[in-house]
């Protein structure tokens, strides 16, 4: 059976410069490249802690129809998640940077914390923690 890794999550955005400043502000996202990688199409890949966010200013196909994000629960990729040591830290750090908060801090299990964030194009971020060991069953 073939081994896989984590390689990146990509989004497609209206404002890839809007979007690029969004990561880097509320997670100090370290650009890694920026360049057209289609003809009329750019793209920038984000490097948050190892984990790679690809950004890309249209869609594909080029002539492909725009449809809204839609931050509520829906089918297909919910959100993405963000893990950190300091739950407490990171979250002040958000709403100091002005973080919309589409659900709020809590500890939605013994060990978990969790809230949610907005990004750009009404993308969903879960920001966690997790203390203690994993569930069982």
Same mark, same amino acid.
């Given at each position: ?5 984590? #390689? ?31 003809? @009329? ?7 948050? #802690?190892?984990? #790679? ?17 839609? #931050?509520?629960?829906?089918? @297909? ?33 013994? @060990? ?24 069982? @069953?």
């Amino acid at each position: 059976m073939p081994t896989y890794a984590y #390689s990146h999550v990509h989004i497609n955005v209206k404002d890839l410069d809007g979007a690029i400043d969004f990561y880097q502000r509320m997670f100090n996202a370290e650009l890694e490249y920026k360049a057209e990688y289609l003809p @009329g199409r750019t793209s920038a890949r984000l490097n948050i #802690s190892g984990m #790679s966010i690809q950004l890309s200013d249209k869609l594909y196909p080029l002539d492909a129809p725009a449809r809204p994000g839609d #931050s509520e629960p829906h089918l @297909g990729l919910e959100h993405f998640g963000l893990e950190m040591d300091d739950f407490d830290a990171a979250i002040a750090d958000l709403r100091a940077k002005g973080a919309e908060f589409l659900m709020e801090p809590h500890e939605f299990r013994p @060990g978990l914390r969790l809230a949610f964030i907005r990004a750009p194009e009404d993308v969903r971020i879960e920001i966690l923690q997790r203390r203690g060991p994993a569930p069982t @069953g």
